[in-house]
């Protein structure tokens, strides 16, 4: 099992972004996934998480409404739609997934990671 991310690039302040995070391979459920950031020097920080249904979602206080978490559960994918983009945004984004193994073991699994650069 490994999450594949996608769509990350450089982008223009006020544009936008859609990021992708596909867990692939075979499992039983893929739970809880979120979004986080970071940047040189800095720690990690959270971003946005979406619930295993896909209806409950969250976000950090500094994103003020211009990004959105979605889930395609058929796909097993997560998305990060990222609009109104400012050159703070600029990061390395991860996802992180909570997945359940067909014998009940949930383990913690990281993406790659994406690099988004938002030029002023």
């Known amino acids: 099992v490994q999450l594949v991310e996608s769509g990350g690039g450089l982008v223009q302040a006020g544009g936008s972004v859609r990021l992708s995070c596909a867990a692939v391979?075979?499992?039983?459920?893929?739970?809880?996934v979120a979004w986080y950031r970071q940047t040189p020097g800095n720690q990690r920080e959270w971003v946005s998480e979406?619930?295993?249904?896909?209806?409950?979602?969250t976000y950090a206080d500094f994103i003020g409404g211009r990004f959105t978490i979605s889930k395609d559960s058929a796909n097993n994918t997560v998305y990060l739609q990222m609009n109104n983009l400012k050159p703070e945004d600029t990061a390395v984004y991860y996802c992180?997934?909570?997945?359940?193994?067909?014998?009940?073991?949930?383990?913690?699994?990281w993406g790659q990671g994406t690099q988004v650069t938002v030029s002023s």
């Open positions: 992180n997934a909570q997945i359940r193994g067909w014998f009940g073991v949930q383990k913690d699994y």
């Open positions: 391979g075979s499992f039983l459920r893929l739970n809880t």
């Open positions: 979406i619930s295993s249904s896909g209806q409950r979602t």
